[in-house]
């Protein structure tokens, strides 16, 4: 956000902020409410968004940049993380670590790219190490009592095994944080654990949690640009831009003795 705001002062732009909490009846309101306001473009964080909110986005015929998820035959410009770079970063980093047992975790794939591009290029950098056992789940982010039963499963699975869990997204992390809390695993120690999006609390859990840092600021002033662009010239042709985010290195993925 402070990204956004960066480049709107630089620009002469009023920003108008709606939160939506992946709520229907707010995420029609403020459908309206942008259209009453005659906004000129809007920055859309799209992941987690239901799918026809983003079709009533596409009908609005705004000037519109997507943050981090492209939306299926919905031609319009996304900034965000290098997904596929990121994901072979924190594979290689616990395969490097000794780890040979690995679960894949996220929410429901559906047709969200950036959990897809995450999964396959964790697939894609395990072929090279044909010792290493992989798999993947899918979970909704709010079952604990499912989370917690693959967990345990998982890393009775691979007993005897360096088994790490590597979890697609902020939101999940916290989730599998409290699961392995309540199934008595710890990190760093019983498991390994590595989490897409730094966390305010990541230092602070335990020996740390390994986090994959998304350069939010440069991906936010970068998504106000583009859309500032776009207000300016409709004619523009649609682009991607990607940024390499940053592995913070905690003791949770640390080697297992």
Not at 49 to 59: A, F, K, T
Not at 146 to 166: E, N, T, W, Y
Request: charged content about 20%; proline content about 4%.
């Amino acid at each position: 956000m402070s990204g956004i705001e960066a480049a709107c002062r630089e620009q002469g732009f009023t920003l108008l902020m709606c939160n939506t909490n992946n709520e229907v009846d707010l995420e029609q309101h403020y459908l309206q409410l942008l259209s009453s306001y005659q906004v000129e473009g809007i920055v859309v964080n799209a992941v987690g968004m239901r799918e026809e909110v983003l079709s009533h986005l596409q009908q609005s015929l705004l000037p519109m940049v997507l943050i981090d998820r492209k939306i299926p035959d919905f031609p319009c410009d996304v900034v965000g993380l290098n997904n596929a770079e990121a994901a072979e970063t924190a594979t290689r980093h616990l395969v490097d670590n000794g780890y040979d047992a690995l679960l894949f975790l996220s929410e429901p794939l559906g047709s969200v790219n950036t959990r897809r591009e995450r999964l396959q290029a964790f697939r894609q950098v395990l072929t090279a190490y044909p010792q290493v056992q992989h798999e993947n789940a899918e979970l909704a982010l709010h079952q604990p009592a499912a989370l917690d039963q693959a967990l345990r499963a998982f890393h009775q699975r691979h007993a005897g095994k360096r088994s790490a869990v590597m979890v697609a997204n902020g939101a999940l992390t916290l989730q599998v944080a409290r699961s392995l809390q309540r199934i008595n695993l710890h990190w760093g120690s019983d498991i390994g654990l590595l989490g897409f999006d730094e966390l305010e609390w990541a230092a602070l859990a335990g020996v740390g949690i390994t986090t994959l840092k998304q350069p939010t600021w440069q991906i936010g002033y970068s998504a106000l640009q583009r859309v500032i662009a776009r207000i300016e010239s409709s004619d523009l042709p649609v682009a991607e831009q990607v940024f390499s985010g940053e592995l913070i290195v905690r003791g949770s993925s640390q080697p297992l003795r």
